[in-house]
T-cell receptor, first 117, second 114 residues
Framework: GAVVSQHPSRVICKSGTSVKIECRSL??????MFWYRQFPKQSLMLMAT?????????EQGVEKDKFLINHASLTLSTLTVTSAHPEDSSFYIC?????????????FGPGTRLTVL | AQSVTQLDSQVPVFEEAPVELRCNYS??????LFWYVQYPNQGLQLLLK??????LVKGINGFEAEFNKSQTSFHLRKPSVHISDTAEYFC????????????FGTGTRLQVTL
């Protein structure tokens, strides 16, 4: 149980294009999902908290218009990197917290490797 | 706010030897503590968690950790490591409560060799 998937697992795009990454909770409902960014050999940095049916909450320094987050259902959140540039290349990981759990256990997806040329 | 310190960026160890990965945290409120493992190009997998109760927590793959409130530590241990334990290990903390965010340490690379 508690499986989170991400699609695509790897994407290469040209500078200036937009890329959408999907995060799905496969066997549970997730009111809250989280999006992280991880640079090589570094820790995970929380980008934003996504709540179903409402606007995402972005961490300080994260551009809302650059990283668009939509959480339209209890099993799906999407992250769109708009007008991507080489500095946006990174490993993006989502996680989901099961609705109703009393503590903040997050189940992580396998990650998406974004390379912007 | 909470913070996590993992002092060891890399820990080399021989197979079948014991290992301890250190984690210290800072918080003015009650916390939950977690250890995650990340294999190359993969997401994070929960090894174990401390929520309350017994300070010795046992997790998957033979790992265990001990919560020490006075020393604000949550060190991860395994009595005998395997080559397959080679991975990045992250300690994380969150405030108690359902809506709290996770704060991660910088990670420790465990390298197991023959």
């Amino acid at each position: 149980g508690a499986v989170v998937s991400q699609h695509p697992s790897r994407v290469i795009c040209k500078s200036g294009t937009s890329v959408k990454i999907e995060c799905r909770s496969l066997d549970f409902q997730a009111t809250t999902m989280f999006w992280y960014r991880q640079f090589p050999k570094q820790s995970l940095m929380l980008m934003a908290t996504s709540n179903e049916g409402s606007k995402a909450t972005y961490e300080q320094g994260v551009e809302k218009d650059k990283f668009l987050i939509n959480h339209a259902s209890l099993t799906l959140s999407t992250l769109t990197v708009t007008s991507a540039h080489p500095e946006d290349s990174s490993f993006y990981i989502c996680s989901a917290r099961e609705t109703g759990r009393r503590y903040n256990e997050q189940f992580f997806g396998p990650g998406t490797r974004l390379t912007v040329l | 706010a909470q913070s996590v310190t993992q002092l060891d960026s890399q820990v080399p160890v021989f197979e079948e030897a014991p290992v301890e990965l250190r984690c210290n945290y800072s918080s003015s409120v009650s916390v939950y503590l977690f250890w995650y493992v990340q294999y190359p190009n993969q997401g994070l997998q929960l090894l174990l968690k401390y929520l309350s109760g017994s300070t010795l927590v046992k997790g998957i793959n033979g790992f265990e950790a001990e919560f020490n409130k006075s020393q604000t530590s949550f060190h991860l241990r395994k009595p005998s490591v395997h080559i397959s334990d080679t991975a990045e290990y992250f300690c994380a903390v969150s405030r108690t409560g359902t809506a709290s965010k996770l704060t991660f340490g910088t990670g420790t690379r465990l390298q197991v060799t023959l």
